[in-house]
């Protein structure tokens, strides 16, 4: 499923993107053009995408979303300093 231009987010993505300072055009990058994506390890139904964020002298941002549905369902995002260096 290609449709990274539609998805929603759900109320906590909404919260956590404005807390964390992540604009919603990042996400839509990230998922437009994920360096790796991964499976959820206890939801089948999810996915994380994983892509550096350039203003954020390439932080690495981690996308979880379903794309089983249309439009995709954004669950969170955040920094993930695990991946730091590694993408």
Known sequence: MDRPNRFQLTN????????????????????ARPRIRLPDAEDPDLLHALAPIAEREDRVLRVVYNETIDPWRVVTAYFDRSWRGML
């Open 12 to 31: 906590h993505a909404s919260v956590v993107l404005r807390e964390r300072d992540i604009p919603v055009e990042w996400v839509r990058r990230v998922l």
